[in-house]
């Protein structure tokens, strides 16, 4: 079976941390897997991308605050997400390559 679950986010304050998890089935992890973001009304945004042998890219808006890290052995990319801002809000999605899509997980910065 096909899946793809996107977990970890939550309610936190400004300056706060959370760390997303995404596990996914064997056959659709993939050696490319990225985070994405979407906040209200605004267009989806790629936020961070980690290659089988430890590549990792950022957005320049979260460089120095995201860290994305996999555990081949379980199939799951994590999202470290520190020094939270408000404009962080969003749902966060780790698609994996094929067009496979998790229902994403809510992260909302707030005072």
């Known amino acids: 079976q096909v899946q793809l679950v996107e977990s970890g986010g939550g309610l936190v304050q400004p300056g706060g941390s959370l760390r997303l998890s995404c596990a996914a089935s064997?056959?659709?992890?993939?050696?490319?897997m990225r985070w994405y973001r979407q906040a209200p009304g605004k267009e989806r945004e790629l936020v961070a991308v980690?290659?089988?042998?430890?590549?990792?890219n950022y957005a320049d808006s979260v460089k120095g605050r995201f860290t994305i890290s996999r555990d081949n052995d379980k199939n799951t990319v994590y999202l470290q997400m520190m020094s939270l801002k408000l404009e962080y809000t969003a749902v966060y999605y780790c698609?994996?390559?094929?067009?496979?899509w998790g229902q994403g997980t809510q992260v909302t910065v707030s005072s």
């Open positions: 698609p994996a390559d094929g067009g496979y």
């Open positions: 064997g056959s659709i992890f993939s050696d490319a």
């Open positions: 980690i290659i089988t042998g430890g590549f990792t």
